[in-house]
Structures are given as structure tokens and as C-alpha cells.
């Protein structure tokens, strides 16, 4: 599933801006029903969204918020499976700003892949910045190896 925890109230694509979205709690949970649904008879996936939600983190987009990936889907809805970025590239570029610094704060969150649509040698750049943060413990052991856990359960049920 994607883009959660929804784009309903998005004007903009969030591929070519930056979008804030500005929706209550209140106004975001009708939204949230389609992915409850989605939770509940075991959706091994969900793509996470490159908008900023206001309500529940004013200061990261969805893909690289503790508030949203781990605190909201995991823990309020229960989601147990993998979790997956929006492409970082065009989030970055619509930021203006190196893919490296948004997944090493989408790892630092709890999402489990990183989506990187640029080349492959920005890939290999994020992939080497990556590997020296864990090596560094700016990504702690045990984030890596749950997220390892759960994709590797999704690669199991394909």
C-alpha cells in the first residue's frame, strides 16, 4: 500500500515539491482506514509517503518520521511488515539537498527500505554514507537487524 499515511489532502505531487499538509488528527483518520483494513488481514508492505504531515511531525516527511513509521503504523495500527520510502532522490531534489542526509534519517526512524530511483552511482554514495553511519552506531545494531528480520519474512512469502 502507499502513501501512507495518505495523500487525500495533497494539492501538490509530492515527486516535483514539497508538500505540508495541514489536516487535523481528526480530518487524517478517516484517511487511515483503508490502511487499518489493509493491517488487519496482513499487507506485508506499505510505501511511505514523502509529504509532511503536520499533525503528527511538523519537521519530517513521513518516510523518515519516528512519529509516523514507527509510532502511527506500527505501534497505533499494528503493522508488522516491511516498510518502504517514496524515492528519496525526488524528495531530495525537491529539497534541494543530497539523497544521503534523507535516508540516513529515514533508516535513523524505522523504515526498512530505501527507495533510490537516481543512478547507480548515487546509489553506491547513499549505500557508502549508510554502511559508515552503522559502522559509526549512528544507526544502532538493532534497527538494522529488525529491519533485515522483517524483509527478509517478506522475501520468505513471496
Do not use: C
Not at 2 to 31: C, M, Q, W
Not at 58 to 70: L, M, N
Not at 82 to 103: E, F, M
Not at 143 to 148: D, E, K, M, V, W
Request: hydrophobic residues 40%; without cysteine.
Amino acid at each position: 500500500m502507499k502513501h501512507f499515511p495518505g495523500l487525500g489532502f495533497a494539492t501538490k505531487n509530492t515527486d516535483d515539491f514539497v508538500v505540508h499538509i495541514d489536516a487535523t488528527k481528526g480530518e487524517l483518520a478517516r484517511g487511515l482506514r483503508p490502511y487499518r483494513y489493509a493491517v488487519a488481514n496482513g499487507v506485508p508492505l506499505v510505501m511511505l509517503s514523502n509529504a509532511v504531515y503536520q499533525a503528527y511531525d511538523r519537521s519530517h516527511a513521513a518516510g523518515w518520521s519516528r512519529a509516523i513509521g514507527t509510532n502511527l503504523l506500527r505501534r497505533k495500527l499494528g503493522f508488522q511488515g516491511v516498510t518502504i520510502t517514496d524515492s528519496l532522490d525526488g524528495a531530495a531534489n525537491t529539497r534541494g539537498i543530497s539523497t544521503s542526509p534523507l535516508a540516513l534519517k529515514a533508516a535513523k526512524a524505522g523504515t526498512d527500505i530505501l527507495l533510490l530511483t537516481g543512478s547507480e552511482a548515487a546509489s553506491r554514495s547513499v549505500y557508502q554514507s549508510l554502511l559508515e553511519a552503522a559502522q559509526a552506531g549512528l544507526i544502532p545494531s538493532g534497527r538494522l537487524t529488525a529491519s533485515y528480520d522483517r524483509i527478509v519474512a517478506l522475501k520468505a512469502g513471496l
